[in-house]
């Protein structure tokens, strides 16, 4: 991986985060959504149930482009 990296330099910037940074992870601002939203007073009975609740909650975050957005975003990081 550093080789390849190493080659990508012309164009591609690489960001060293510490080793647990939630606030710098936008998949932490996903899973916050998700448990606020759909997973909010949910009580699911089964793992498969718990599943079906969270894939919804996973296509709505996924299908709006201004959320999705946002949680970039409020990283503050840039692609």
């Given at each position: 991986?550093?080789a390849w990296l190493r080659a990508q330099r ?31 007073n949910s009580c699911p009975g089964t793992i498969a149930e ?30």
């Amino acid at each position: 991986m550093a080789a390849w990296l190493r080659a990508q330099r012309r164009w591609l910037v690489v960001e060293r985060l510490p080793v647990y940074a939630p606030d710098l992870n936008p998949v932490e601002l996903v899973w916050g959504n998700l448990k606020a939203r759909e997973l909010a007073n949910s009580c699911p009975g089964t793992i498969a149930e718990a599943e079906v609740v969270a894939d919804e909650g996973l296509c709505r975050s996924g299908a709006e482009a201004e959320l999705r957005l946002s949680f970039l975003r409020h990283t503050g990081l840039e692609l």
